[in-house]
């Protein structure tokens, strides 16, 4: 099964956060400021171009869908690239949205405050990741915000909870605290220093993403009685919530099906 995308057609991509997943199947996609105004938890990836009231999207007729195209290249370009074909996405029709000087990708638009279940037209998952483990995939972006990887990991823990996961929480607080040290460390540091605090910075933000990705994948184990893969976790969450949105399977490449 395809999706016939238009010129207008939308992309919102999540990573594989499956708890903000869920949450968008309850209230759809909300900006900062609408989640506060609707006392919807949110938990930011980046402090990055975007205002409160703002949330970016992958426009369709902006995508290179050139056959030669460089996948690694474009990854720094496009956000299709990094984040569309790198996670789960949500497709969006029927949206008013804004081009603008302040985004940070070539194929990137903005929309203002929220987008409502009922414009979500179909979820992508790459053909990449469908049959992977949830242990097998990662959970948190590259961001240098120790604040926004705590909050998000704080969620994802929160969310294991509810499924009857504890996972170890010594293990987690070292982490945080060395992930929060070497952070501060940045504000008064040698060029040079600085060059081995961002390897530090990074060696613990894989560690503590591989650290959520084993609970993931003990969580929903224990639950379920097997090993679950992304798309297993889409389908029963999907149909948990009662929703009748499609899922679809991209390609791992640039072709897409336009109208």
């Given at each position: ?10 992309m919102h991509g999540i990573g594989f956060n499956f708890s903000r997943f869920e949450s ?117 972006f590259s961001s240098k915000s120790c604040i926004n990887i705590k909050n998000i990991c ?68 224990r639950y379920f009685g097997f090993d679950v893969t992304v798309y297993q976790m889409l ?25």
């Open positions: 099964m395809e999706y016939k995308y238009n010129s207008d057609t939308l968008i199947l309850k209230y759809g996609i909300l900006s900062y400021s609408e989640s506060v105004s609707e006392n919807v938890k949110l938990c930011r990836n980046f402090y990055g171009h975007n205002k409160d009231d703002e949330i970016s999207f992958v426009r369709e007729l902006y995508i290179d869908t050139e056959n030669d195209v460089n996948i690694t290249y474009w990854y720094k370009l496009s956000a299709y690239y990094n984040f569309i074909l790198n996670g789960i996405s949500f497709i969006v029709e029927d949206v008013p949205f804004n081009d603008s000087d302040n985004v940070n990708k070539l194929d990137e638009v903005i929309v203002k405050d929220k987008v409502g279940v009922d414009k979500i037209r179909g979820i992508q998952i790459p053909s990449k990741y469908q049959d992977m483990l949830l242990s097998d995939v990662s959970y948190l704080d969620d994802y823990i929160e969310f294991m909870k509810g499924y009857g996961h504890y996972p170890d929480m010594v293990s987690y607080k070292k982490l945080i605290s060395l992930l929060s040290s070497t952070s501060k460390a940045f504000s008064n540091c040698t060029l040079e220093e600085e060059k081995l605090l961002v390897e530090n910075f990074n060696a613990i933000l894989k560690t503590l993403d591989k650290y959520i990705a084993i609970n993931m994948g003990m969580c929903f184990k389908v029963y969450l999907v149909n948990k919530n009662k929703v009748d949105i499609p899922i679809y399977i991209i390609p791992y490449n640039k072709k897409r099906i336009r109208v």
